[in-house]
C-alpha cells in the first residue's frame, strides 16, 4: 500500500516524503521535476512525473497506485501566482479539483489539502483563528479558500476525508521561493556571508514554521482518528510570535559573528495581528518542534551540516 505526495520535490514535500520513508510508508512523490533527497531515502522512493493541473495524469496515477492517502502540496506559490494568475489557476484551483475528483473516483479514504494563512486578507479581527472571516486578497489565497471549501464539499456529499491545513511563512532550509526571506537570511549567517535581504521590507513580519515541522504536521493531522476532526481546516504555527525581519537579522548579527544583513526596502508599518491555532492543539494534539529561534536555528544547522 503506497501514499501519494503531490509536489513532492518541493521543500515541504520532499521533507515529508522524508519522514514518511523514515516511517516506513511506500511513497510516490508526484512533481513536474524529481524531488532531491539524501541518498539513503533517495532509492525508497519512486518519482511519477504528473502536472496536477491535468485530470487525466492525475486520475491515472491514482487509479494506478491506488493509494491509502494524498498529501497534495503541488501548487504555485503566492508571489508567482500574482504574477501569472491564468496558469496558477490551472495549477492551485483546477489541481484542487482534480486531486479531489481523482481521489473519489480511486476510492482514497483520506486526503491533505495543503492551505496558506493567504486565505486571510480583508477585514481582520485583531486574533485570527480557524473560525474567522476568510476574505482574501491575492490570487493566492483565493485559490486556497477554494481548495478548503472544496475539501468540506467532498466529505460531506462522498465521505471523502479531506482535511485542511494551513501553514503561516515556512522557513525551509534551500528555500528560494519569491518573498521567503527567512530562509536565505538564516543560511547566509550560519555561512558568515553578508546577507542583503531583497525579499522583504526590513519592517515587515512573518510567523515562521520549519520544512520539518509543517511535514510533521501534515503526517499528524492525516493520521488522527476522525472522532477528533471536528474544524477540519487548520492552521498550524510553529513560532507562536511574529519575527520582524531586521530583528532577526539583528540576533543573527549577534549569534554568528561575521555576518552582517542589509535591507533594500522598508514598508508602511502594518496592523499586528495574533494567529491563534489552538483547535490544531485542541482536536489532534498539534505541538511544534521549533517553537522557539533556538529551536529553529539548531534545525537550520544540522540540516545545513547533513547537505554539506
Ligand atoms: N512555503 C510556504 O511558506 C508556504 C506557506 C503556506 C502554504 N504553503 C503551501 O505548501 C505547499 C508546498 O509549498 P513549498 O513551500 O514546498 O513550495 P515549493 O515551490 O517548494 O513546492 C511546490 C512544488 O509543486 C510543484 N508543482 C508546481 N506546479 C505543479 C504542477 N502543475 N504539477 C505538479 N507539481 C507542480 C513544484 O515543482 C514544486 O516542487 C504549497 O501548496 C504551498 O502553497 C507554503
Excluded at 36 to 52: M, Y
Excluded at 89 to 111: D, K, Q, S, W, Y
Excluded at 163 to 189: C, K
Aim: glycine fraction near 6%; aromatic fraction near 8%; hydrophobic fraction near 45%.
Amino acid at each position: 500500500m503506497a501514499v501519494i505526495v503531490t509536489g513532492g520535490a518541493g521543500i515541504i514535500g520532499a521533507e515529508t516524503v522524508r519522514q514518511l520513508v523514515a516511517r516506513g510508508e511506500t511513497v510516490v512523490a508526484a512533481d513536474l521535476r524529481p524531488p532531491k533527497l539524501p541518498v539513503d531515502i533517495a532509492g525508497k522512493v519512486r518519482f511519477a512525473r504528473v502536472d496536477v493541473s491535468i485530470f487525466e495524469e492525475v486520475l491515472d496515477l491514482v487509479m494506478e497506485v491506488k493509494p491509502t492517502r494524498i498529501y497534495h502540496f503541488a501548487a504555485m506559490l503566492s508571489q508567482e501566482a500574482e504574477r501569472r494568475h491564468a496558469l496558477a489557476f490551472r495549477v492551485n484551483v483546477m489541481g484542487a479539483h482534480n486531486i479531489m475528483e481523482a481521489a473519489r473516483i480511486g476510492g482514497v479514504p483520506r486526503l491533505l489539502y495543503v492551505s496558506s494563512i493567504g486565505v486571510y486578507g480583508r477585514d481582520l479581527p485583531d486574533v485570527i483563528d480557524d473560525y474567522s472571516l476568510q476574505r482574501p486578497d491575492i490570487h493566492y489565497g483565493c485559490a486556497k479558500l477554494f481548495g478548503e471549501n472544496l475539501g468540506r464539499w467532498y466529505f460531506d456529499k462522498f465521505k471523502l476525508d479531506v482535511r485542511a491545513i494551513r501553514y503561516p511563512m515556512v522557513a525551509g532550509v534551500g528555500d528560494r521561493a519569491l518573498a521567503h526571506w527567512s530562509a536565505p537570511m538564516i543560511e547566509d549567517a550560519i555561512a558568515r556571508r553578508h546577507h542583503t535581504c531583497v525579499e522583504a521590507a526590513r519592517n515587515s513580519t512573518s510567523i515562521l514554521i520549519t520544512e520539518a515541522d509543517s511535514g510533521r504536521a501534515a503526517i499528524e493531522l492525516l493520521e488522527a482518528p476522525v472522532e477528533k476532526i471536528k474544524t477540519r481546516c487548520y492552521t498550524v504555527l510553529g513560532m507562536k510570535q511574529s519575527t520582524v525581519v531586521e530583528d532577526l537579522g539583528r540576533e543573527l548579527e549577534k549569534r554568528y559573528p561575521g555576518f552582517k544583513a542589509e535591507y533594500t526596502r522598508e514598508q508602511k508599518p502594518k496592523l499586528f495581528r495574533v494567529i491563534d491555532d489552538r483547535y490544531a492543539r485542541e482536536e489532534w494534539g498539534w505541538k511544534p518542534s521549533h517553537d522557539t529561534l533556538d529551536k529553529l536555528l539548531a534545525h537550520f544547522e544540522a540540516r545545513v551540516k547533513e547537505a554539506a
